[in-house]
């Protein structure tokens, strides 16, 4: 998939979605839209619904990517939510399901923090991870109803969603 990466109606570039690149590399107030059809230099192509439903998917997936901050125990943690503490997360979940006594002396936050982690720290950091993701889906669906029924049609509406906070 080709990725335009726009400002105020013009594709200032395009990139292959797989370089991975952070619209900001381009400045403030360009965005990211996943869409074939972009040129660098032209006004941005009219989108369609499934141009609108592509870029709702890729908001998602960089607000989940952008990770999230969980409170266990006072404390404020902010974690990735990568495939990888996800896949982490859940095993660490099975341990302390099968040992109420774990610890975990030195769990990385986002930050570079580091924090102790028991079993049911674990079980609220994990869960409070699954939470944000989940209410990134319901956004995305939320969003994807309003564009199949014609309520949302620019990329600035999809924006303003109310996407979950990575802080």
């Known amino acids: 998939m080709r990725v335009a990466y726009c400002k105020n109606g013009v594709v200032v570039a395009t990139h292959d979605d797989s370089q991975n690149i952070s ?25 369609t619904a499934s141009d609108l439903l592509a870029f709702a998917a890729f908001k998602r997936r960089a607000v989940v990517n952008g990770g999230c901050v969980v409170a266990v125990d006072g404390l404020q943690i902010p974690i990735w939510a990568d495939d990888k503490t996800i896949a982490t997360l859940t095993a660490l979940m099975m341990r302390a399901s099968a040992d109420p006594n774990l610890v975990i002396p030195s769990w990385k936050a986002r930050d570079g923090t580091f924090f102790e982690l028991n079993a049911g720290d674990i079980a609220t950091l994990a869960n409070g991870l699954f939470a944000f993701i989940q209410t990134a889906f319901d956004v995305e669906g939320a969003v994807a109803a309003d564009i199949a029924a014609e309520n949302i049609t620019t990329l600035e509406e999809i924006e303003a969603a109310d996407w979950p906070s990575n802080d």
């Open 23 to 47: 619209a900001s590399v381009y400045g403030e107030g360009v965005i990211a839209v996943p869409i074939a059809s972009a040129v660098a230099g032209n006004p941005m192509p009219d989108l």
